[in-house]
């Protein structure tokens, strides 16, 4: 469909206009926020975007898409690729959190370079074939385990540089960061680029925590990235403290909180207070919509045998946030593992569950920032997850029109243009990992 051409164009597509960067089109958006427009693609770059039948180019070739819907490529910025697809190997039993975390600590008796190779390898396959152009993952990092995660990560980061922009994140308990063995990690996240982070729980020495992580951040000049409040507690305030460090340290580097799901069970003045703090501090939040509906609030009465039914969707307040200024994003998070039984790192899906989880429409507004452009900017990408005009052609085609049709069907016939060039987006057979199961 897309001509192997150094010049052509695509014309009569429709693209959410939140999307758009660095050009003015001369049109109102629709209902949905879509507008048709037409535009150029020169040697890999967008050289020009206009409204749709406003430019002749009678010489040029061009692809009529009939108002297919025209994206950015995604970016999720919240994943942990060293857990990913252990689940045949090592399946929750009854899909709690802490089953979760105890299935995790008996597999990685298997996590050595080669198999956490092959699975994050996996994960980057399908991620690329989706249409994903940045990620962000999380690495378990305490004792030895980190120096070999990190190895690894170091390894993909480079092979996969001409199509994946790669970064990592510490992940610890927030405890191991007051012991010598934080500082050598810190140490080996700043020689690795990395970013800083780790898992805050609420817990006596839970300020110090905060505050050392801190230190050792500005020390460095290492940008921040905590998982807060990953339950259903009414006093967990992680997210809170968080906010609160940030403003007394006068921290200047980014900072982003994950889950922060204990924010939507707590009293309305709570609330507000936190989300002030939040936005003064210049935190970004990130939502991760199917791992949180799939932990949070499952819970059995007696024995497996009765379980209940969920009361909450497990989410934070994303709109109550992004309405105070906070920028949002939602990610994939975790994927075939312990943590979430499903997933297959699609940007596609993580939105499509969001709408419908979190209410991303009536109207759809800029939502569709949350897997693109926002998440982007929370990884210091001003490039990416935008369409605009001097920008590289790195675009998902899909066949839905309306975001009805774009939500309504799986678009596994989508099309993915790097530098305008079409991919393969054929994604890697499960049969690849038999072989580390066994």
Not at 225 to 247: C, M, P, Q, R, Y
Not at 287 to 298: I, T, V
């Amino acid at each position: 469909m897309i001509p192997n051409l150094s010049n052509y164009w695509l014309k009569n597509a429709q693209i959410p206009a939140c999307l758009l960067s660095n050009v003015v089109i001369e049109q109102t958006p629709n209902r949905e926020g879509l507008v048709n427009i037409d535009l150029e693609i020169a040697e890999g770059i967008i050289t020009q975007i206009v409204s749709s039948g406003t430019l002749e180019t009678p010489d040029s070739p061009f692809v009529d898409l009939q108002k297919k819907q025209v994206w950015p490529c995604f970016v999720d910025v919240h994943t942990h690729l060293d857990k990913g697809h252990i689940w045949e190997r090592t399946p929750n039993p009854d899909g709690t959190f802490q089953s979760a975390l105890n299935a995790v600590w008996e597999d990685i008796e298997n996590w050595n370079s080669e198999d956490i190779y092959r699975r994050m390898e996996f994960g980057l396959k399908c991620s690329y074939a989706h249409g994903t152009k940045a990620i962000r993952t999380h690495l378990d990092s305490g004792g030895t385990l980190g120096d070999i995660s990190w190895e690894v990560f170091r390894t993909l980061q480079k092979e996969w540089s001409d199509k994946l922009i790669l970064q990592a994140v510490s992940l610890v308990t927030l405890e191991e960061y007051l012991t010598p063995a934080g500082e050598k990690l810190a140490d080996k996240v700043a020689e690795f680029g990395g970013i800083l982070g780790g898992v805050a729980y609420m817990n006596p020495e839970i300020d110090r925590q905060i505050e050392r992580v801190f230190e050792l951040a500005k020390e460095r000049d290492l940008d921040l990235d905590f998982h807060a409040d990953e339950n259903g507690d009414i006093d967990s305030i992680t997210l809170k403290k968080v906010a609160e460090t940030a403003l007394k340290s006068e921290f200047s580097g980014k900072i982003v909180c994950g889950h922060c799901c204990s924010l939507a069970v707590q009293p309305p003045e709570q609330v507000k207070e936190t989300i002030a703090l939040v936005k003064q501090a210049g935190i970004g939040v990130i939502s991760l919509p199917m791992c949180n509906l799939y932990l949070q609030d499952r819970q059995y009465q007696d024995n497996l045998a009765l379980s209940c039914t969920p009361r909450w969707r497990g989410v934070t307040l994303l709109h109550e946030l992004k309405q105070s200024g906070i920028s949002v994003a939602v990610a994939s998070d975790n994927c075939r593992d312990p943590f979430y039984h499903f997933g297959d790192h699609d940007g596609l899906e993580v939105f499509k569950m969001a709408v419908r989880i979190a209410h991303f429409d009536h109207p759809f507004g800029d939502w569709p920032q949350t897997v693109t452009r926002t998440s982007a900017d929370l990884m210091g990408l001003s490039k990416v997850g935008r369409i605009g005009v001097r920008l590289p052609a790195d675009l998902i085609i899909f066949k839905g029109r309306s975001f009805s049709e774009l939500l309504s069907r799986s678009q596994h016939d989508r099309i993915v243009l790097r530098h305008g060039k079409e991919i393969d987006t054929t994604v890697p057979e499960y049969q690849e990992l038999d072989e580390i199961y066994n």
